[in-house]
């Protein structure tokens, strides 16, 4: 399964850019999304921070997609920003 660079709008407000990957979950209500190396988005001014590394030092967190308001493609600039920073997979794609 392809893993994309996305940029999630959470029903919190956050803006996160991670590698996002799809999973089938076993039961409703179960996480069915993967996000790989995280980063919280200053919209401001482009910053990246780690989501959650306050908290966690794990660079993959599972979410349920309902905390999702949307999905959109990041700015080349993010994305190559992130790229410097993120652990990542292999196979990420991108739609340019």
Do not use: F
Request: negative net charge.
């Amino acid at each position: 399964m392809d893993q994309e660079i996305k940029i999630l709008l959470l029903v919190s407000g956050e803006k996160v850019i991670a590698q996002v990957e799809e999973i089938p979950a076993l039961d409703i209500g179960d996480p069915n999304c993967k996000l790989i190396s995280p980063y919280t988005v200053n919209p401001l001014n482009g910053e990246l921070h780690p989501w959650l590394s306050e908290l966690t030092d794990d660079t993959e967190i599972m979410m349920c997609s309902d905390k999702l308001l949307t999905l959109v493609e990041p700015h080349k600039s993010l994305v190559d920003e992130y790229l410097k920073r993120a652990i990542i997979r292999e196979e990420i794609t991108t739609d340019d």
